[in-house]
């Protein structure tokens, strides 16, 4: 099974921040990642896809990018809606394995 | 629009059954791959198990496989989870997703969640 991780763990940032949220594969994924918001009680929300596609309706200042075991999501400017966690998913085979999560909180 | 509506969860004690629906509607139900994603209170993201658009492939997480069944019927555009066996590390939200997987997405919809709690 493919284990995947993600660093950090938690973030504390201010409104304007650029973030970054890095995810890593315990084996080539290619491009098959995902990136999903959750807050809580919520379902999650998908962000970006294929590793950098960014989903229809989501704001520019979400990016991905990456390929094989490492890729990163960028939030170039932090807003008040972006305080949330952060999963990545690997779907290049199953199971299909998701990150721990990055929560990102108010500084 | 799209919607998937979860139902079906509840109490149940340790080795007992549960059946979860997804009610889905807005797309063409049988064109697409669904899914089981759980999360246990205050946790992350667990992948459960997914089935094609014509049932022909099925895939389960260990943690739960020979216990949970994936089940779908496209005339009814529902989603099913048959769980038996039910353990307490089974309690958690259940939410049913939608994987565009011939696109390359990921998954692209989600529903609410119903809350599955297992306990004496």
């Known amino acids: 099974d493919i284990q995947m991780t993600q660093s950090p763990s938690t973030l504390s940032a201010s409104v304007g921040d650029r973030v970054t949220i890095t995810c890593r594969a315990s084996?080539?994924?290619?491009?098959?990642l995902a990136w999903y918001q959750q807050k809580p009680g919520k379902a999650p929300k998908l962000l970006i896809y294929k590793a950098s596609s960014l989903e229809s309706g989501v704001p520019s200042r979400f990016s991905g990018s990456g390929s094989g075991t490492e890729f990163t999501l960028t939030i170039s400017s932090l807003q008040p809606d972006d305080f949330a966690t952060y999963y990545c998913q690997q779907y290049n085979s199953y199971p299909f394995t998701f990150g721990p999560g990055t929560k990102v909180d108010i500084k | 629009e799209v919607q998937l509506v979860e139902s079906g969860g509840g109490l149940v004690k340790p080795g007992g059954s549960l059946r979860l629906s997804c009610a889905a509607s807005?797309?063409?139900?049988?064109?697409?791959?669904m899914n089981w994603v759980r999360q246990a209170p205050g946790k992350g993201l667990e992948w459960v198990s997914s089935?094609?658009?014509?049932?022909?492939?099925?895939y389960y997480a260990d943690s739960v496989k020979g216990r949970f069944t994936i089940s779908r019927d496209n005339a009814k555009n529902s989603l099913y989870l048959q769980m038996n066996s039910l353990r307490a590390e089974d309690t958690a939200v259940y939410y049913c997703?939608?994987?565009?997987?011939?696109?390359?997405?990921?998954?692209?919809?989600w529903g609410q969640g119903t809350l599955v709690t297992v306990s004496s």
């Open positions: 997703a939608r994987h565009p997987a011939v696109a390359g997405t990921g998954f692209d919809y």
């Open positions: 084996q080539s994924i290619s491009s098959w």
């Open positions: 089935i094609s658009s014509s049932s022909s492939y099925i």
């Open positions: 807005g797309f063409t139900f049988s064109s697409y791959s």
